[in-house]
């Protein structure tokens, strides 16, 4: 879109007077070397480095990227460092502002460019996540035949935000939040920089401890918080910013919370949970902190609809017109004033009595529609874990989870059968399973995956060719855990905090490899799921409480004439026939403290 006269009269205004421009602008590095943090995705060949021209041209000219990444880690000054280095015809858009008529627009002048004048389009699209399926469809033509190299930014996961034809034709790169000490240098530059404060005030060392707590890894938080103290600092006819004045300025940090999901113990399902427990001061606490995160209240009300369906029902016919009519306030009136509709929702749903009958009824339909009894409800995770994890030290081996419930844990090792029918039966079932996956195995279609993901089932570490581990020197063994660690967490956007060696052998060199490559425990087990019959490891041949299930992903080779639904519908029996009911292996675990 061609900037008004009006728009490009205030940019020439900025270009005269930098000094107008917000700190955090005015602090961008000029260049990728300047650029702090990050650094795994700045070096030599990276597609990023690409993009500036380090390298590119011929077949293997850039790719199309997407930045993934918490706010102020970097995604914007990324783009605008590739704007400024390339001689590229750069374009920007906000899929806040932007629709597929503007987008069209860019690529028809990207097509232009290239035909007329032999000039390549880079297009940098803001909050990727905010385009609906249709607007992202109209980049797929213009990606795939590279008319335009596409730089896509996201807070949002995106294997839940991005369609997958988009992801597929793109490269992910994932940001990483800026360190205390990442942060700390840009704070110190920014006080002494001509570009900054030119060292007009001072920042003691109590002051700027709590400025990077403020921040949280938010390069543009810190920035931002930085300037305002300054300024109320220099009002004041103070040379240098105090903690006081600092207190003063900025009232607090901004509540961290996730609003994709990944992790199983987020805020939105807290809030659920809380209403599922009629803890009304709970629900509003997690209420409050969705509504301070910026959380859209259409998706909060969304919530509230499925609540009152799933954990009230027919004991109170009334909760869900209530909820409905909530959504359709939130949506009429926004925010601020759609936060007290949403209190109002959540204290008359915490309230109101709870009846599970209609999620029982049609969980039962879909567990007979595969010819099977419904498995007892799982009871719920314990908050004090069983398993604590460390960051540092030897990691643990976990043969079996500590509990005295009768729940067992079914894993999934390799990745080779992708029988589209079991991810049907796992939608319908709703059975967690921990999928560990080698690469070798998983890499003919990484996507195959993702809808069991999707449904909050964790990827795990399995190494990349499936070797005897203890076999092998320490430096291989890093190779398979290390590599298939990467992949995976590029592929799949979380980094595998488990790891299973293949046929179970490992030595001391595997768990310094697991520890150095980031998984923080080695995962055992006690019974396997052979095609028709579980194997056991006591002579009884009867499960315990906490004990964890081998199963695989097994190709049509070793099915012999039967399928991946019939073997799991096997182990389902089998686990019925002795009075258990399966949990989530990830939900008895704890990780690491941050």
């Known amino acids: 879109m061609e900037p008004d006269l009006f728009t490009a009269a205030a940019e020439d205004r900025q270009e005269k007077d930098p000094a107008a421009s917000p700190l955090a602008v005015r602090m961008r590095p000029r260049t990728l070397d300047e650029v702090v943090g990050q650094q795994h995705l700045l070096k030599p060949g990276s597609p990023l480095r690409r993009l500036v021209g380090e390298g590119a041209g011929g077949p293997a000219g850039p790719s199309s990227v997407i930045l993934w990444g918490p706010p102020g880690t970097g995604k914007t000054t990324l783009a605008y460092v590739v704007s400024k280095a390339t001689n590229k015809r750069f374009v920007e858009l ?41 607007q992202q469809d109209s980049l797929l033509p213009a990606v795939e035949n590279r008319w335009v190299t596409l730089i896509a930014a996201t807070t949002e996961n995106p294997y839940f935000s991005v369609i997958s034809p988009l992801l597929s034709r793109s490269l992910l790169l994932t940001l990483e939040p800026l360190t205390d000490d990442d942060v700390r240098g840009l704070l110190r530059r920014a006080l002494a920089d001509e570009r900054g404060l030119k060292s007009a005030v001072a920042l003691p060392e109590d002051t700027e401890d709590h400025l990077l707590r403020i921040a949280g890894g938010d390069a543009r938080r810190a920035l931002t918080a930085l300037e305002a103290a300054a300024g109320a600092a220099l009002d004041k006819g103070e040379d240098e910013i105090s ?58 009300a969304r919530r509230l609809m499925i609540s009152a369906s799933e954990d009230i029902g027919l004991a109170d016919p009334n909760a869900l017109p209530l909820a409905v009519a909530a959504a359709q306030a939130v949506a009429m009136i926004g925010f601020p004033e759609a936060a007290l509709t949403l209190s109002h929702t959540t204290i008359a749903l915490a309230l109101a009595p709870k009846s599970n009958a209609a999620t029982t009824a049609i969980g ?5 529609k595969w010819g099977l009894k419904p498995l007892p409800a799982a009871p719920a995770p314990p908050a004090d874990k069983p398993v604590k994890l460390s960051a540092h030290g030897t990691v643990p081996v976990l043969t079996r989870i500590p509990t005295s419930q009768k729940i067992v844990f079914i894993t999934l090792d390799d990745g080779q059968e992708k029988d589209p029918e079991f991810i049907r039966m796992m939608r319908d079932l709703k059975v967690p399973v921990s999928m560990f996956l080698m690469n070798d195995a998983a890499k003919s279609d990484y996507a195959y995956f993702k809808p069991l993901q999707e449904m909050g089932n964790h990827i795990q570490n399995h190494t990349l060719h499936h070797p005897v581990m203890n076999t092998l020197p320490l430096s291989r063994q890093k190779q398979e855990i290390c590599g298939d660690q990467k992949i995976l967490t590029q592929q799949y956007g979380t980094a595998p905090l488990l790891f299973r060696p293949p046929y179970g052998a490992y030595n001391a060199d595997t768990k310094t490899a697991v520890s150095a490559c980031g998984p923080r425990a080695i995962v ?31 190709g049509p080779s070793e099915l012999k004439g039967t399928t991946m639904t019939t073997m799991f519908a096997n182990m389902l029996e089998r686990i019925q026939e002795q009075g258990f009911t399966v949990a989530r292996l990830e939900d008895y675990v704890q990780p690491p403290a941050q």
């Open 94 to 134: 906000s899929a806040i502002t932007a629709g597929v008529k503007e987008v069209r627009a860019v690529i028809d002048g990207a097509r232009r460019a290239s035909g007329g004048y032999g000039q390549e389009t880079v297009l940098f699209l803001d909050e990727i996540h905010r385009f609906s399926k249709a």
């Open 243 to 300: 903690l006081t004045t600092l207190e003063e300025t900025v009232d607090r940090a901004a509540v961290k919370y996730d609003r994709d999901g990944d992790q199983h113990y987020d805020v939105a399902s807290a809030l659920i949970k809380s209403i599922r427990g009629s803890d009304v001061d709970a629900a509003l606490h997690y209420l409050a902190r969705m509504i301070e995160a910026g959380e859209d209240p259409r998706f909060i």
């Open 364 to 368: 039962a339909a879909a567990w007979h």
């Open 524 to 554: 055992w087990w006690r019974e396997s799921m052979q095609i028709r019959n579980m194997q056991y490891q006591t002579a009884d041949k009867k499960l315990r409480p906490g004990d964890i299930i081998l199963a695989h992903f097994r």
